[in-house]
């Protein structure tokens, strides 16, 4: 991977985990504090409920910030043509593992349940039980995420980029004589499909107008900048994405033909 490419790919990343993280924060400190007024109310403030309830409620916590970290991590690979990792789920544990520690040292300089010494030491244990199948799932999903972008990458893609037989064949031999194929007209007609079907109405003009703004680019100089700028609306659907890597290629070829 060029360090191009992995800059572009921390930025996505750092920008997508940090908009989950502050809405989680947000969303985990009052349900904390929801749960110890409810105790209070009932006299079970100082009880092993409040432990309990505080555990599932990091363990939520630790869920949520794992995985939305790894899928910015792998949708950020697809979005920039790179091939996905297995580092990827190492980097997973590893931040796993940290968020683990973070949450049972908060557990433990809580001054409400530091009384609870016999159930502060089993926190990290009942937090791993709760959390443990994160990682399960998420080894899954790139086995699925790997599989279907080797696919893609093995398929033939034949794009006519200048003159009525010019083509780009992609990943495979083309054996072909003095014929016309014109996929690029099927791409952006497919995506259009894709937009009209998937994508709220009301958010369909803007994503469209950016993906006119590339089909008329695809020739020029512009050409990568305008397919960045409809990638960063498509990343969000899951049919767009798919067709993300034929877009970034005929703009990758459109700028190198120049």
């Known amino acids: 991977m060029e360090q191009e490419e992995r800059d572009k790919i921390e930025e996505y990343v750092k920008n997508a985990y940090n908009a989950v993280h502050s809405r989680t924060r947000l969303a985990i400190s009052k349900k904390l504090a929801d749960s110890r007024e409810k105790l209070a109310i009932t006299g079970d403030l100082f009880s092993s409920t409040l432990f309990f309830e505080t555990i ?31 580092s990827i789920l190492t980097e997973s544990q590893q931040i796993y593992e940290n968020m683990l520690g973070s949450a049972v040292a908060e557990i433990r300089r809580d001054p409400v ?23 399960n799932e998420l080894a899954c999903e790139l ?8 696919k893609k990458q093995e398929s033939s893609t034949t794009i ?14 083309d054996n072909s004589v ?11 007609s497919e995506t259009r499909n894709a937009i009209r079907s998937e994508v709220p109405e009301a958010e369909q003009t803007e994503i469209l107008d950016r993906l006119t703004a590339l089909e008329n680019s695809i020739h020029k100089p512009t050409a990568m900048q305008r397919y ?11 049919n767009l994405l798919l067709l993300l890597p034929k877009l970034l290629e005929m703009a990758k070829h459109a700028v190198k033909s120049l």
């Open 56 to 86: 599932e409620i990091k363990a939520e916590q630790v869920k949520v910030l794992v995985e939305a970290r790894a899928r910015a991590t792998m949708k950020a690979y697809e979005i920039h043509g790179v091939s996905l990792e297995d």
């Open 178 to 188: 003095n014929s016309v194929t014109i996929t690029a007209q099927n791409v952006f």
């Open 160 to 173: 006519q980029m200048h003159g009525p037989n010019a083509r780009a064949n992609i990943n495979s031999v």
């Open 113 to 135: 349940l530091s009384g609870m010494r016999d159930l502060q030491d089993s926190a990290l244990e009942q937090l791993h039980r709760r959390t443990s199948d994160v990682m």
């Open 228 to 238: 960045k700028e409809f990638a960063a609306l498509a990343s969000g659907y899951g």
């Open 143 to 150: 086995e699925e995420r790997k599989a279907m972008q080797k």
